[in-house]
């Protein structure tokens, strides 16, 4: 069965870096999603993509955050200028899009700043 | 913004003892997903609900959406080590966000 792949499995990054965290969605998927779950909470909507557009961000996507599809099977999430919070586990999801379709997560970058 | 939580946050039970979790939305869902989160990895879809009343099985899980499509609640029978993990319910779907619940984190002893 076709999966979300993401990378890093772990990323350690001392504050003030920028991080640039990989997704390949499922080849016939149209959206795409990132969200985190920093440890012992729950998982976080950031963002959704569609059409090479963010169709919609929460509170938590400052401008700090960007994500690109910067080729045909990739999608990113970038942090500019990382701070001890942004220490979390990212999701990569997608979906096709089609009514009741579910999403479909990757395994997750842990993402540690130091 | 909508909000969705869980009751209980968590759960101890003797293997073999019923579990349930219970989720409530702030606001009136177009659908409900459950998923499964084991210790250490990452969401996994369980079903979703869409209509108001809807009753789902999978093997020992049984799913229920509320008849006002606020609420949903998933009941495991007769639980087994293997069911141990977070269960978070999910507002919304297909081409929107996901909106999780606050999980129920399931603790069997064996």
């Known amino acids: 069965e076709p999966e979300v792949t993401q990378t890093p499995s772990h990323q350690v990054t001392q504050m003030g870096q920028e991080v640039i965290l990989r997704c390949v969605p499922i080849?016939?998927?149209?959206?795409f999603y990132w969200y985190r779950q920093i440890l012992g909470q729950k998982v976080e909507f950031l963002v959704s993509?569609?059409?090479?557009?963010?169709?919609?961000k929460s509170e938590i996507f400052d401008d700090q955050f960007s994500v690109e599809r910067p080729d045909g099977s990739n999608f990113t999430l970038k942090i500019r200028s990382t701070k001890l919070e942004d220490s979390a586990m990212y999701f990569c999801?997608?979906?096709?899009?089609?009514?009741?379709?579910?999403?479909?997560f990757g395994d997750g970058t842990r993402l540690s700043i130091l | 913004g909508q909000q969705v939580m869980q009751i209980p946050q968590y759960q101890h039970v003797q293997e073999g003892e019923d579990f349930t979790t219970y989720c409530n939305s702030s606001t009136t869902l177009s659908n409900i997903q459950w998923y499964k989160q084991r210790p250490g990895g990452h969401p996994v879809f369980l079903i979703q609900l869409v209509k108001s009343g809807e009753v789902k099985k999978q093997k020992r899980l049984t799913f229920q959406f509320g008849e006002a499509k606020k609420n949903s609640s998933l009941h495991i029978t007769a639980t087994q080590t293997t069911d141990v993990g977070t269960y978070f319910c999910?507002?919304?779907?297909?081409?929107?966000?996901?909106?999780f619940g606050t999980g129920t984190k399931l603790q069997v002893i064996p």
């Open positions: 080849s016939n998927h149209l959206y």
């Open positions: 999801a997608s979906t096709t899009g089609v009514s009741n379709q579910p999403q479909h």
């Open positions: 993509f569609y059409n090479n557009e963010i169709s919609e």
């Open positions: 999910a507002g919304s779907g297909g081409y929107q966000k996901v909106t």
